[in-house]
C-alpha cells in the first residue's frame, strides 16, 4: 500500500493554467496526482488549484486543489495546525488582516479571482461569509447586530425593508421565536449558542453565496450544537458551506463531501460516508480512528 | 492495500476493547467449529452420547452471543468507531448472528443423530455425509482463518468452496431422492439423514455469509447477493 | 535517617512556618497600605488644618454718614459722579468718628488701615445699586484689613491670645474695641471665589487661577484628544510594523519622560519667539500642555485599541465591513472608556504642571478674570506657587486654601471620567 501511495504522487501535479471545464474533466487523473478521492466536481461555486500559503518563510499549505460545488456542504478535518482554518480564510481573504500571511495559485469564486489584487475585498465578503469559532457579537442590540450588514453595505432604503431582513434571517437562523420580544436587548446577553445563531443570522443577513464556518461549534455544549447542526442542514438548501471543525462526528453528520488536511497537505477529499466507513488514504483511516501520536 | 489494524489506538482502552471483540469471536468459532465437527461424528459413528452433548452445549453458544453483541454496542456507544473500527464491530456483530445459526444446525444435525439411533440406521447417505461434512469443517476453518488474520484471498476461497458444496448438496440430493423412490420403507431414516446433509449445506452458507463479512471488514466493499465472479471482479478492481 | 516520615507527617510539620510566612506576607502588604494612608492623612490634616480658615473673611461693621457733599456727589442720575466719589473719605470719617481720640496723621493713616483698601469699591456697588441711600446714615460690613484678619482668626475667646505680628499697642486696642463693640464678624468668603488675584490678600481671589486652568485645560483636551487618538487609530490599524513605526514608538515612549520644562522652553521659541504668540495665555498654554500630554494619551489609546477583541474586528471584516467601518463602528466605541482613561490620566497632569507654564509667561501677576483663551491668565499651581512666595501671613491660608480647590478640581474631573466610562462601558 506504501507503493500505492507512492506511485501516485509522482504522477504529477496539475497544470494551474488549464481552465476549470478541461480540469474537470480528467479530474480523476489530477486527483490521483495530489489528494486522494474526488477533489474537484462539475460546475463548482468556488475552485481552488495550486494553493500555497506562507507565514513569512514558513510554508502552511502546499499544493492545494479543491472545488466546492453549489449548495453543498464541504467539512475541513485534520489535526491542530493542518492548515484547515488558514486555507478557509483564504477563501473570503480574511488572511490579509495578517501582515506576513502569502497566498499563491488560483482560487475563483465561479469565475471571479479572489486574490486578484484589483479586487475590493468588501463586495468579495459580501458575497462569502463567515462564522467564527467564538461566538463574537457585536455589543450592540440583537436586531443592530443583525441589520448591521445590510446597512453597511446599503441594501435596503427603508426601515421596513431592514425589519423584514431582520426577521427573515433570525426565522431562519432558528432564533426568532427566542427573541422576537427582545430585539433591542443586548445580543452579548444571549446563551452561547444563541449568540452563534445570531451570529449566523448577521452573516446571512446580507445574503450571501457562500458561508464559512470555522469551528463554529468548539465552544458550544452538546444541545446548542445539535441546533446549529440542524441550522447548517437547512441552510444548505439555500448556501454552499464549508465548515471546519475538530469534531469528526460532527463532520460526518453535516456535510456532503469531506477533506481531510495534514501537514498542509490536502490528503484526501470523498463523500463524507465514504471517508468515514471507509477512507482511501491511510493516514485519513488513522485520524479519524484515533490513531494519531 | 490491506490496512486493516486494530492496535494503534490513542486510546490503549479502545485497543483492548477491540482486541477482546476478536479472540472472543475467534473463541466462539472455535466452539462452533466442534460442535459442527462433533455432530456429524455423532451421526457417522452412532454415538448418542456425543449428540446430547452438542444439544447441550448449544447453550455456551448462545451464551457468547448475547454477550458479544453487547460488547459490541458498548463499544459503539463509547467510542464512536469510525472506518476500520466501525466496520469491525458491525461485521462482528454480523458474524456472531451467523455463527449462532451456524451452532443451531449443529444442534439439529445432532438431534437427527439421536433419531436415527432410535429409528435404525439409514441404508444409505453416510458416505454423502461424511464428504459433505469434510468439505464444510474445511469452510468453517478456513473461515476462521480469514477473520483472524483478515485474509481476502482465503475469504474468497470460502466463497468459491461453498459453491462446490452446493454442487455436492444437489448431487446427493439427487442420488438419495431417487434411493427412496426405490425403496419407499426407508424414507422416514434417509430422510434424516438428509436433513443433516441440508443442514451441513446451511453451515457452509453461514460460511460463505461469514466471509463475505469478512470482505467487508478488510475493504469496505460490500459483496453479498452477487456472484463468486462479481467479487472477485470488484476486488480485482480495488486492487488495481 | 532511623525513622521514615510519612508525606503527611513532613506536610504539617512545615505547615506552621508556612502558615507564617503567609501572614508576614500579608503584612507587608498592610503595612505598605498603612504608609501611604498616613502620609495621605497627615498632607490632608495639614493642608485643611492651615486652609480651612481662607474659606471665612472678617468684616466689620461700620456706621457710615453718606452725605452727598463728603462724597462729592451733586447729581444722582450721573454715573460718572459714582464713580468718581469719594468713598474712602467717607469710611475714614465714619473710622474717625468710633476712634475719636486719633489725631496724629501717622496714627490716622494706621486706623485706616483697620479696612480694607477694597472696601471703597463695596461702598460704591452698593450706592450704585441703591442710590436713595445717599444723604442717609448706614450700618455696612466692610472687609477688614488682612493683618486685622488674621488676628481676629488666631485670637482666642477671651482675647488672651492672639497673633499680633508687628501690631502696635494700639492697634490691639482698636480691634479689640471694636470686637467689645461686637462689630467684628466672621463670614464665609465669597470674594476668595469671585475674584482674581491681588496684592492685598483679602482681596486676593481664586477664580482668575481656576478659569485659567479651565481655558487651559480646555485647549489641551480639545488639541491632545483628537490628535492623540488618531496617531494611536494609525499605529495600531494602519501603520506596517516596520523600523519606522519601531522608531516611533520608541520616541513617544521616550517623550512621555522628558522633564516638562522642556516643552515649556520649546513653547518659548516656537510658539511665543517664532509664531509671536502674545505670553500668558491660555491658548499658549494649552498647546504646550498639549505636547506634554500627546504621548499619555497615545500610549494609553493604544493599549485600549489593543485591547478590543480582535473577535470583533474578524466578525465585522468576516461581513464585509472596511477598514473605516471597523474602526469607527467597533474598535473606537470599545477602546473609548480606556482611551478617556488615558486621557483624564493626562489632563490630570496637565492640571497640576506649573515649570513650561511658567515659561511662556502664565506666571504673572495678573488680577483680572480671564473671559477666553487668549486673555492673559494665570493657572491653579501657579497661582498656588505666587501664593506660597507672598510674605504676608495671610496667604498662608489662601494657599493652603488654593492647593484644597486645585484638589476638588481633580476630584470633579475624575468622577466625570468614572461616570463617562461608566455610560461608555459596553460588555463584550
Known amino acids: ?293 | ?240 | 535517617m532511623s525513622e521514615k516520615l510519612s508525606t503527611i507527617d513532613l506536610v504539617n510539620k512545615n505547615l506552621a512556618r508556612r502558615y507564617r510566612r503567609e501572614k508576614r506576607f500579608r503584612a507587608y502588604g498592610i503595612a505598605s497600605i498603612m504608609f501611604g494612608l498616613l502620609c495621605l492623612v497627615i498632607l490632608f490634616a495639614d493642608i485643611i488644618g492651615k486652609g480651612h480658615s481662607a474659606f471665612l473673611q472678617t468684616y466689620v461693621r461700620l456706621n457710615v454718614e453718606l452725605s452727598a457733599e463728603a462724597l462729592g456727589i451733586s447729581d444722582i442720575n450721573d454715573p460718572s459722579q459714582f464713580v468718581r466719589a469719594n468713598y474712602d473719605g467717607v469710611l475714614r470719617n465714619a473710622l474717625r468718628e468710633r476712634f475719636p481720640e486719633v489725631n496724629k496723621r501717622r496714627e490716622k493713616r494706621n486706623l485706616y488701615g483697620i479696612i480694607s483698601n477694597g472696601a471703597g469699591y463695596q461702598l460704591r456697588d452698593l450706592l450704585e445699586q441703591n442710590p436713595q441711600l445717599i444723604n442717609t446714615r448706614v450700618d455696612i460690613w466692610v472687609l477688614a484689613d488682612d493683618d486685622y484678619d488674621t488676628y481676629y482668626k488666631s485670637r482666642s475667646s477671651d482675647g488672651s491670645e492672639a497673633y499680633t505680628g508687628r501690631f502696635s499697642e494700639t492697634q490691639i486696642g482698636w480691634i479689640e474695641a471694636l470686637i467689645a463693640d461686637g462689630v467684628v464678624e466672621k463670614r464665609f468668603n465669597r470674594t476668595f471665589f469671585q475674584a482674581g488675584d491681588s496684592r492685598e490678600p483679602e482681596q486676593a481671589g481664586i477664580r482668575g487661577a481656576m478659569m485659567g486652568s479651565l481655558y487651559t485645560l480646555i485647549v489641551t483636551f480639545v488639541l491632545s484628544f483628537p490628535i492623540g487618538v488618531a496617531a494611536a487609530v494609525y499605529l495600531e490599524e494602519y501603520a506596517h510594523k516596520n523600523r519606522f513605526t519601531d522608531f516611533i514608538e520608541v520616541n513617544i515612549n521616550n517623550l512621555a519622560a522628558v522633564p516638562s520644562i522642556i516643552f515649556g522652553l520649546l513653547g518659548l521659541a516656537i510658539f511665543i519667539n517664532f509664531f509671536s504668540m502674545p505670553r500668558s495665555i491660555p491658548l499658549v498654554g494649552g498647546i504646550v500642555l498639549t505636547l506634554m500630554t500627546l504621548p499619555t494619551i497615545i500610549i494609553s489609546s493604544r493599549a485600549a485599541i489593543k485591547a478590543v477583541p480582535p473577535s470583533i474586528r474578524e466578525a465585522a471584516l468576516g461581513i464585509g465591513a472596511s477598514k473605516m467601518q471597523v474602526i469607527l463602528h467597533h474598535v473606537l466605541p470599545l477602546a473609548m472608556p480606556g482611551m478617556l482613561t488615558g486621557a483624564i490620566i493626562g489632563m490630570a497632569q496637565a492640571l497640576g504642571e506649573t515649570a513650561p507654564l511658567l515659561l511662556i509667561g502664565m506666571v504673572a501677576f495678573i488680577v483680572d478674570v480671564p473671559g477666553g483663551i487668549t486673555d492673559p491668565s494665570t493657572v491653579l499651581p501657579v497661582q498656588i506657587f505666587l501664593w506660597s512666595d507672598s510674605p504676608e501671613r495671610a496667604f498662608v491660608e489662601r494657599t493652603s486654601a488654593a492647593i484644597m480647590v486645585l484638589l476638588g478640581f481633580l476630584i470633579v474631573m475624575n468622577t466625570l471620567a468614572v461616570l463617562l466610562r461608566r455610560r461608555l462601558e459596553r460588555r463584550w
Open chain 2, 1 to 240: 492495500m490491506d490496512k486493516l489494524s486494530i492496535g494503534q489506538h490513542i486510546s490503549g482502552q479502545f485497543n483492548a476493547d477491540l482486541e477482546a471483540l476478536k479472540t472472543e469471536l475467534l473463541e466462539m468459532g472455535g466452539l462452533v467449529e466442534e460442535q459442527v465437527i462433533s455432530a456429524v461424528k455423532a451421526i457417522t459413528s452412532a454415538d448418542s452420547e456425543l449428540a446430547e452433548q452438542v444439544i447441550t452445549r448449544e447453550e455456551e453458544v448462545d451464551n457468547f452471543e448475547v454477550k458479544l453483541d453487547e460488547q459490541c454496542t458498548l463499544v459503539l456507544a463509547r467510542r464512536q468507531p469510525a472506518a476500520g473500527d466501525l466496520r469491525m464491530v458491525l461485521a462482528v456483530a454480523k458474524i456472531i448472528r451467523d455463527l449462532e445459526r451456524m451452532g443451531d444446525e449443529a444442534q439439529k444435525i445432532a438431534k437427527m443423530a439421536l433419531e436415527l439411533n432410535e429409528e435404525g440406521e439409514a441404508p444409505r447417505g453416510y458416505v454423502e455425509l461424511r464428504h459433505i461434512g469434510s468439505l464444510v469443517h474445511q469452510m468453517v476453518i478456513n473461515t476462521l482463518d480469514c477473520f483472524a488474520r483478515f485474509d481476502v484471498n482465503l475469504a474468497l476461497n470460502v466463497a468459491k468452496e461453498d459453491g462446490r458444496v452446493d454442487q455436492e448438496y444437489k448431487s446427493a440430493m439427487r442420488e438419495l431422492a431417487t434411493y427412496m423412490m426405490e425403496d419407499p420403507r426407508s424414507i422416514s431414516r434417509v430422510l434424516n439423514i438428509v436433513w443433516a446433509i441440508r443442514s451441513l449445506e446451511r453451515i457452509g452458507d453461514h460460511s460463505r455469509n461469514i466471509a463475505e463479512h469478512v470482505i467487508f471488514l478488510v475493504k469496505g466493499l460490500d459483496v453479498r447477493h452477487v456472484s463468486v465472479k462479481e467479487m472477485q471482479r470488484k476486488l480485482g478492481q480495488e486492487d488495481d
Open chain 1, 1 to 293: 500500500m506504501e507503493a500505492t501511495v507512492g506511485s501516485a504522487n509522482t504522477i504529477g501535479k496539475l497544470n494551474s493554467e488549464a481552465p476549470v471545464s478541461k480540469a474537470t474533466a480528467n479530474y480523476k487523473e489530477q486527483a490521483a496526482g495530489k489528494t486522494v478521492g474526488i477533489p474537484f466536481v462539475e460546475h463548482p461555486k468556488m475552485s481552488m488549484r495550486d494553493v500555497q500559503v506562507y507565514y513569512g518563510d514558513k510554508q502552511a499549505i502546499f499544493d492545494v486543489g479543491l472545488d466546492i460545488g453549489k449548495n453543498e456542504v464541504v467539512a475541513m478535518i485534520g489535526p491542530s495546525g493542518c492548515g484547515k482554518s488558514t486555507f478557509l480564510r483564504c477563501l473570503n481573504r480574511m488572511n490579509d488582516t495578517i501582515d506576513i500571511c502569502r497566498v499563491e495559485g488560483s482560487l475563483k469564486l465561479e469565475e471571479l479571482d479572489i486574490y486578484d489584487p484589483k479586487l475590493d475585498v468588501v463586495p468579495l465578503r459580501a458575497r462569502v461569509g463567515m462564522v467564527f469559532q467564538k461566538p463574537n457579537p457585536f455589543p450592540k442590540s440583537i436586531y443592530d447586530n443583525v441589520a448591521y450588514g445590510p446597512r453597511i453595505h446599503g441594501l435596503v432604503s427603508r426601515k421596513s425593508e431592514l425589519d423584514e431582513i431582520v426577521e427573515t434571517s433570525l426565522r431562519r437562523a432558528g432564533l426568532w421565536e427566542e427573541v422576537k420580544d427582545r430585539l433591542l436587548s443586548p445580543g452579548t446577553g444571549l446563551s452561547g449558542g444563541q449568540q452563534q445563531r445570531l451570529c449566523i443570522a448577521r452573516t446571512i443577513a446580507v445574503s450571501p453565496e457562500v458561508i464559512l464556518m470555522d469551528e463554529p461549534c468548539s465552544a458550544l455544549d452538546p444541545i446548542a450544537t445539535a441546533k446549529i447542526e440542524e441550522l447548517i442542514a437547512e441552510l444548505s438548501a439555500n448556501f454552499t458551506i464549508a465548515i471546519v471543525t475538530h469534531s469528526m462526528q460532527q463532520a460526518a453528520r453535516v456535510s456532503d463531501r469531506t477533506a481531510y488536511f495534514h501537514l498542509g497537505k490536502l490528503i484526501e477529499v470523498n463523500e463524507t460516508e465514504k471517508v468515514f466507513t471507509n477512507p482511501d488514504h491511510e493516514l485519513t483511516e488513522a485520524y479519524i480512528t484515533g490513531r494519531f501520536g
